[in-house]
């Protein structure tokens, strides 16, 4: 008596491209976001450039968010 055995691998499903378009759509959205553009700009400031505006670095999201929380 023969035993035959036939392994066919399983489909691969394409979900992975799924996710990581909508996390690329999320992404996209955040960072057009005013208030990330603004933190980003204030960011890239140097600590004098801060410091003329009246800013602490670490006091950046406090700046940008000041109208929305109370931080």
Excluded: C, W
């Excluded at 909508?22 to 140097?46: D, G, P, W, Y």
């Amino acid at each position: 008596m023969a035993l035959a055995e036939h392994n066919m691998p399983a489909p691969r499903l394409r979900l992975p491209n799924v996710f990581g378009a909508i996390a690329r759509f999320f992404e996209m959205i955040t960072e057009s976001n005013f208030r990330v553009l603004e933190a980003n700009r204030l960011n890239s400031m140097t600590d004098s450039q801060l410091a003329a505006r009246g800013i602490k670095r670490e006091d950046i999201a406090r700046q940008v968010f000041r109208d929305l929380y109370y931080i």
